[in-house]
Nanobody
Framework: QAQLVESGGGLVQAGGSLRLSCVAS????????MGWYRQALGKQRELVAR???????NYANSVKGRFFISRDNAKATVYLYMNDLKPEDTAVYYC??????????????WGQGTQVTVSS
């Protein structure tokens, strides 16, 4: 069964950096466009970055120039490098297909996510 496991979050001061990783249990990820999404407390989940199977990337305006998405298809892993973090980046971060989400047994699937907290 396909799974997406996010890691790398934590507590960081404003201006700091983190690298998030998303490991997929299925090689199907290598052939799909993937995205990093985030959901702040009380807000809707939003797309912050996406990357095609060929490596082309796009970013939300709020993170452009600070975040960088990459992928290693051989490892079925997608990364999100986050620099110059701001308190407004605080959220739970998820990876998933783009457009998402992955569907398993007729249901939307999201991993557990990884919490990023940026202190001012």
């Amino acid at each position: 069964q396909a799974q997406l496991v996010e890691s790398g979050g934590g507590l960081v001061q404003a201006g700091g950096s983190l690298r998030l990783s998303c490991v997929a249990s299925t090689s199907l990820v290598s052939f799909n466009d993937m995205g990093w999404y985030r959901q702040a407390l009380g807000k809707q989940r939003e797309l912050v970055a996406r990357i095609t199977s060929g490596g082309e990337s796009n970013y939300a305006n709020s993170v452009k120039g600070r975040f960088f998405i990459s992928r290693d298809n051989a490892k079925a892993t997608v990364y999100l490098y986050m620099n110059d973090l701001k308190p407004e980046d605080t959220a739970v971060y998820y990876c998933n297909y783009f457009p998402g989400p992955l569907r398993i047994n007729g249901r939307d699937y999201w991993g557990q996510g990884t919490q990023v907290t940026v202190s001012s």
